[in-house]
């Protein structure tokens, strides 16, 4: 009975430690990467534009940016209050730990600045800016030169129901066959 009570523990313990590494971000091809935890989509390259630019000129390039055939690209996110639960890039870089030395399933991740969408809310001249490096973020005026990553609401292909893992079905029949095959053994 002890060695039943065992491997049920086992197996749940092995189901527990599958379910909960399930990457929150889903490369879904073409170069987008869908970070299902705050349903956006990032682009894979986080230097898809080649170069600095000011931040009027990153909030245009993201605002005219057409890639696969999606015209809603925009800069990300960036909280400048302490409540706030929507930081995206703070997110990637945080939850995500994505960041230049660890990229990921991304590429071209700078280890510098990055413009956010977020305008500073008492100058007119600043917004607010992350280091994909340190992890830090600030203002700067928008006048100086910066990297641009493009990010649009939800997901790039139409959801499906969900289908049963193979790992679970196998542990399953697994644990079917051991308690089978335990009490056959047992029974003799």
Excluded at 86 to 110: C, Q, R, V, W, Y
Aim: glycine share 6%.
């Amino acid at each position: 009975m002890k060695q039943l009570i065992y491997m049920i523990i086992i197996s749940l313990t092995i189901l527990a430690a599958h379910n909960s590494s399930l990457a929150a971000l889903l490369d879904r091809g073409n170069g987008m990467i869908y970070d299902e935890e705050i349903n956006i989509t990032w682009l894979q390259n986080a230097n898809l534009a080649d170069r600095t630019m000011t931040w009027h000129e990153a909030v245009n390039w993201a605002d005219t940016l057409v890639y696969n055939d999606y015209d809603d690209w925009r800069l990300p996110a960036l909280c400048t209050a302490d409540t706030c639960n929507n930081d995206e890039m703070l997110h990637m870089f945080s939850i995500n730990e994505i960041h230049s030395a660890a990229t990921g399933p991304f590429i071209n991740i700078k280890p510098w600045l990055y413009w956010s969408g977020t305008a500073e809310d008492t100058n007119p001249d600043a917004a607010w800016r992350f280091n994909f490096k340190s992890g830090t973020s600030g203002t700067s005026s928008t006048e100086l030169s910066r990297y641009a990553w493009a990010v649009r609401n939800g997901d790039t292909i139409t959801p499906v129901a969900p289908e049963p893992l193979s790992t679970t079905l196998f542990l399953t029949g697994s644990l079917v066959m051991g308690t089978i095959g335990y009490r056959r053994h047992r029974v003799k």
